[in-house]
């Protein structure tokens, strides 16, 4: 064995130090909209985890995490769009500013429902952190407020996103090729 991670041979789409560098403009741009005020991360489970806990600490707001999840059926190829809550934001957030932060934009509708659902909480303002966008597969008008990275329809694992739960771990984004693995 001569890789430090067992996938280290899907190709490269970001690296860890293009990563860091893109979150901290990010960050950069929180703290210019929000300067003086407080913000709710809000991330998404489990994919936005990485994402988020890097972003945290790019930003010097004042600052508190929350986590909501969902899940959708059948999110394949279906256009039906039904999106499944699976848990709510623990902390009251009226009048908050909840920045909601997910892994990937893909076809928009876990970001729509759960901005819909963020919604109901009143908060003062409501923005959509994500890392990654891929909109060629877009079914609902959504856009993020702070993106990252705008890609080509690829599946991408690492740096929190997974295949079947795998790869989260991997500190770059790598493209996982069709059909592997099996
Ligand atoms: P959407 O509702 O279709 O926008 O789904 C977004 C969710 O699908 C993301 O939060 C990811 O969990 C997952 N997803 C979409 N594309 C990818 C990918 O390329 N790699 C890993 N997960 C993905
Ligand atoms: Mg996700």
Do not use: W
């Not at 919604?119 to 702070?146: F, G, N, T, V």
């Amino acid at each position: 064995m001569n890789s430090t991670h067992a996938n280290s041979n899907f190709p490269v789409l970001f690296t860890a130090e293009q990563i860091r560098q893109r979150v901290a403009e990010l960050g950069r741009q929180i703290d210019a909209d929000f300067a003086g005020q407080s913000v709710v991360l809000a991330g998404v489970l489990k994919g936005a985890a990485v994402f988020l806990s890097d972003l945290a600490r790019a930003i010097t707001v004042d600052c508190t995490f929350d986590f909501v999840s969902a899940s959708s059926y059948g999110k394949a190829q279906r256009s039906t769009g039904a999106v499944k809550l699976i848990k709510d934001l623990d902390h009251p957030s009226e009048g908050k500013n909840i920045i909601l932060v997910e892994d990937i934009l893909d076809s928009g509708l876990t970001v729509a429902f759960l901005r819909k659902l963020l919604l109901q909480h009143r908060p003062r303002a409501l923005k959509i952190a994500a890392l990654l966008d891929k909109p060629s597969r877009r079914l609902e008008a959504i856009d993020a407020d702070y993106l990252g990275f705008t890609i080509p329809n690829h599946f991408v694992v690492g740096y929190g996103m997974d295949f079947a739960e795998r790869y989260r771990n991997l500190p770059d984004i790598r493209i996982m090729p069709p059909g592997c693995p099996e």
